[in-house]
Nanobody
């Protein structure tokens, strides 16, 4: 089990950028697949991006491809989400999650609010 703390959210104008950070405490963070999810008011939580343990392969939901980049720095037990060209529809609470056995069995952070104004 790992503990996750997100930061970096805030208010930004459309077209702007933010970089979210997810710092983990706990053993062997590099053996976890890490993902970013988001949830807007009144909507279901949705997958945004993930980076696969060991291989570093990344996946993105279609709506953020070309704008968001997920990366990890194992020396800092951290995973980042660089978000460029932000749109009002990106407004959500963003959550970091980590798993070794699939998303049904995962650890979650408390979330960080991202608000994009038009």
């Amino acid at each position: 089990q790992v503990q996750l703390v997100e930061s970096g959210g805030g208010l930004v104008q459309a077209g702007g950028s933010l970089r979210l950070s997810c710092v983990a405490s706990g053993p062997s963070f590099s053996t976890y697949t890490v993902g970013w999810f988001r949830q807007a008011p009144g909507k279901e939580r949705e997958f945004v991006a993930q980076i696969i343990k060991n291989s570093g392969t990344t996946y993105y939901t279609d709506s953020v491809k070309g704008r968001f980049t997920i990366s990890r720095d194992s020396t800092k037990n951290s995973v980042y989400l660089q978000m460029n060209n932000l749109k009002p529809e990106d407004t959500s609470v963003y959550y970091c999650a980590a798993t070794q056995k699939g998303w049904a069995n995962s650890d979650w952070g408390q979330g960080t609010q991202v608000t994009v104004s038009s």
